[in-house]
């Protein structure tokens, strides 16, 4: 068994990657998960236990953007515009913000799983607040709580995700991740257009209430998955995580190929990035290597809030305004509508992300998204100056056909690149920057939004022709590419050849140790058994 292990272990001396040793392994195995016992199970659990995190982020844009057509709600609070509204808004990215600081020592001292439970119990609490709230004060505060829970949630989530996945489906489920935001979304959408022509201040509160549902179904669902056995090798669990992945990934098969290079893999990174000092927040600054991968983080965060998504994920109903379709219900249908098709889309972006190289699906993503915001700045330049009907109808043509561009970038990738370019030692600090980076955008981009809405109108639009014809060339310049590698295989993509000739090296000897060890207790076993 050993030889064939390592026969996909060889390094080409002209290459500076990690030959894809595990990938090669699980390649050959060419059941799919649904015939795998195990590994159904274990997925059919991570999405209300892991997946649905992203509900709660969802269900939030897309009740906020809603619950501005409910005139109870604008009676309310008085009519809250421009810096109000937008402080109402953003009051979540400016409680996730402060959080940051908080989430990678929660990681890694009690694991993904005791992460994900903090963050649930904090959002049930600011949900039921943001319900009860009796003024702008408390509805702000409330928000800000539930903000505070959700980095801790996601950061968790989306890292236990691709390290408790098998190799063949990690790019896949990582890239769903996101996409159970619009699951949220469409829940929330047909909550606001049921709840909107009610009379009473229920009309508001029932969404607002209905947001810990997610945060409920986490707490109900995690107990049946297992720890990411990358954290259990950290923690010198290896025997646990070993039986982990030869339950799930090689359905109990104690001899599998795929489980011994697996852990020969994780253990051997996992080790040498512990030999390296790479756990603390100076690493980002004290290696060329991290400095990259700091920067990738901040790309990122900023692109994927920064791209045109936020005016039409928080402030529809303004934009509608602007091309003269007012009319309450049919903003809510519109928004309805827009979730159902960008589920669609961005769950068929996640499920093809295997056969396409990640830059490439950067750039088509950011060229189309360009095109569409040429096309919406038009169009409502066209109402501004002559009121015509067909633009209207125009700017909500550009509305869908934004969500698949978005989706097939920033939406099916954002998560997958990000385990793919942080080893482990660093990968919560590494989504906490990115999460950080991308609070920050949205603050300042959900309070600005309004007031440049309201403002300038449709020239508002330019800002982000320009801005997305930055986003093309800064992906162009420095976004490395990173398809079919596993995790371990990419944990010193920065770091040069020299390093993972090393790793390789130490892969290759532990895998024998492994094999020898094997052999030894075998012969003993014989040897009692005669």
């Known amino acids: 068994m050993s030889e064939k292990i390592l026969s996909g272990a060889v390094v080409d001396a002209k290459t ?21 016992p195990n590994l159904r199970h274990l997925y059919l659990f991570m ?18 953007n809603g619950i501005q057509t409910i005139q109870p709600w604008e009676t309310y609070f008085d009519n809250p515009n421009k810096a109000r509204l937008g402080l109402m808004s953003a009051s979540y990215s400016l409680g996730s913000i402060c959080a940051l600081p908080l989430v990678p020592l929660m990681n890694e001292k009690y694991g993904r799983k005791k992460s994900i439970m903090l963050g649930s119990i904090i959002m049930i609490v600011g949900a039921v607040l943001q319900g009860a709230s009796q003024h702008f004060a408390m509805f702000v505060i409330a928000r800000i709580i539930l903000g505070y ?15 408790l996945s098998h190799p063949r489906e990690r790019p896949i489920l990582t890239s769903l991740f996101n996409c159970s935001w619009f699951i949220g979304a469409i829940i929330a959408a047909g909550v606001n257009l049921g709840t909107f022509d009610m009379p009473s201040d229920w009309s508001w509160r029932i969404p607002s209430y209905l947001q810990f549902v997610p945060s409920l179904t ?25 039986q982990i992945l030869v339950k799930y990934h090689a359905e109990g098969d104690e001899n599998s ?15 040498v990035e512990l030999e390296n000092k790479k756990m603390s927040w100076r690493a980002f600054f004290t290696s060329q290597a991290n400095r990259r991968r700091a920067v990738l983080a901040l790309c990122i965060g900023v692109f994927a809030q920064w791209s045109g998504n936020n005016p039409l994920s928080f402030y529809l109903k303004k934009i509608l305004d602007q091309v003269g379709i007012k009319n309450r219900k049919t903003q809510n249908i519109v928004n309805l509508g827009m979730q159902c098709w960008a589920l669609v889309n961005g769950t068929c972006a996640a499920l093809v992300v295997r056969r396409f190289r990640r830059r490439s699906m950067y750039l088509t993503s950011i060229s189309g998204m360009f095109c569409v915001y040429i096309a919406l700045t038009v169009a409502s330049s066209i109402y501004a100056h002559s009121g015509s009907t067909g633009s209207g109808i125009a700017t909500v043509t550009a509305i869908f056909c934004y ?53 300038i109108g449709w020239k508002y639009y330019i ?37 993972q000739d090393k790793v390789n090296a130490r892969i290759e000897k532990e895998i024998v140790d492994h094999e020898h060890t094997e052999i030894v207790v075998n012969t003993k076993t014989d040897r009692n058994v005669v």
């Open 149 to 163: 829970g959700i980095p801790f949630a996601i950061v968790a989530a989306s890292s236990l995700i691709g390290e």
């Open 403 to 455: 969500s698949p561009f978005y989706n097939m970038g920033f939406n099916a990738l954002t998560y997958t690149y990000l385990v793919e370019i942080f080893p482990f030692t660093i990968r919560p600090k590494g989504i906490t920057m990115q999460q950080w980076w991308g609070r920050c955008a949205t603050f300042i981009n959900t309070f600005v939004n309004p007031i440049g809405l309201d403002t």
């Open 463 to 499: 800002w982000y022709c320009v801005w997305l014809t930055v986003e093309g060339l800064v992906v162009y310049c420095i976004y490395p590419e990173t398809s079919n590698r596993t995790l371990e295989e990419l944990a010193f993509l920065f770091e040069g050849k020299e390093m």
């Open 218 to 242: 986490q707490l109900a669902f995690l107990p049946l998955i297992p720890e990411s056995p990358r954290y259990l090798i950290s923690t010198d669990k290896y025997e646990e995580a070993r």
């Open 47 to 64: 999405i209300p236990a892991c997946l649905g995190v992203e509900y709660t982020s969802g269900f939030d844009s897309s009740m906020m």
């Open 257 to 271: 190929e795929l489980v011994a290079a697996e852990l020969a893999q994780m253990k051997t990174t996992i080790e």
């Open 16 to 36: 500076p990657t990690v030959a894809p040793l595990v990938t090669q392994l699980a390649d050959q195995d060419q059941r799919a998960w649904w015939q795998k």
